[in-house]
């Protein structure tokens, strides 16, 4: 009898992420053709304690005073990137883009290994679910590292959001990763993350509050194995978005991302 070994190993990683007491939602809408084939996908969104704020209620000078360079806020109906949304499902990107060789990294807080291959390669042999006990040393991931010319025809459909801080410019970071998969922590300038597909669960700490953490351990591993047994003046600031919010975050501010399901997503970095 011949087994199909995709299904083989979706069923196993499915068992496992169960097994350490992470839910599993049921399969839901084709989100652009980019749910893997087992359907699976991370149920467990968290609790939400970062501001959600309706755009057109909060003015540019607004955000500079509240948000800008104190904490994180998310912002919904911010911008309408519903022709971009089309041109970034998994038929369209792959007949655009599919020849195109992407820059993979490491999910590893340092990024060390960069690995180019053609993004139909990336989809069809890498766009899997994580592994809990995998390293992130281990783990390949799209998220930048784009080539802005081959790129630059589908960028310029997206509109950015327009609350940009003073003397600061955007640069884009485009990805597609599947459930389980993330950054552990790490910081770097102010931004915002828009997820396109899927969802996308953050962490959050202030520049003076370092998580705990291994650089070498995946966020699904720090969920995992630290986050259960934090002492409440330690937990981080938290939220999942869904498409049609924008987080934004300010300078230096400690972060990590957990994919729930097979994501597209696209950031933008104020340097």
């Not at 790129?151 to 640069?171: C, I, K, M």
């Amino acid at each position: 009898m011949e087994y199909n070994t995709a299904v083989l190993t979706a069923c196993a990683q499915f068992v496992l992420l169960c097994f350490i007491g992470i839910k599993v939602a049921e399969p839901s809408g084709d989100g652009g053709g980019w749910s893997s084939d087992s359907g699976f996908r991370l149920q467990d969104e968290g609790e939400c304690n970062i501001d959600i704020l309706d755009g057109f209620s909060l003015s540019h000078q607004q955000f500079i005073e509240r948000y800008a360079y104190s904490r994180p806020v998310i912002l919904r109906g911010l911008t309408d990137n519903t022709r971009f949304r089309s041109l970034c499902s998994k038929a369209s990107l792959l007949e655009e883009y599919g020849a195109s060789k992407v820059r993979l990294s490491t999910a590893n807080t340092f990024s060390y290994r960069k690995v180019d291959i053609p993004l139909q390669e990336y989809v069809d042999d890498l766009l899997r679910p994580q592994s809990a006990d995998a390293l992130g040393s281990e783990t390949l991931y799209f998220f930048g590292d784009n080539n802005f010319t081959e790129w630059q025809s589908l960028f310029e459909q997206y509109e950015s959001p327009p609350y940009v801080l003073p003397r600061t410019s955007g640069a884009y970071s485009f990805g597609i990763a599947g459930p389980g998969t993330g950054v552990p922590f790490h910081w770097h300038g102010p931004g915002y993350s828009e997820v396109i597909y899927g969802r996308k669960r953050w962490f959050l700490y202030p520049p003076d509050r370092e998580p705990h953490f291994h650089p070498n351990r995946t966020t699904l591993s720090w969920l995992r194995n630290t986050y259960p047994h934090l002492p409440e003046e330690e937990a981080p600031l938290e939220c999942t978005i869904r498409p049609g919010e924008v987080l934004y975050f300010p300078d230096r501010w400690w972060h990590a991302t957990l994919n729930l399901d097979t994501s597209v997503f696209i950031s933008t970095f104020l340097g």
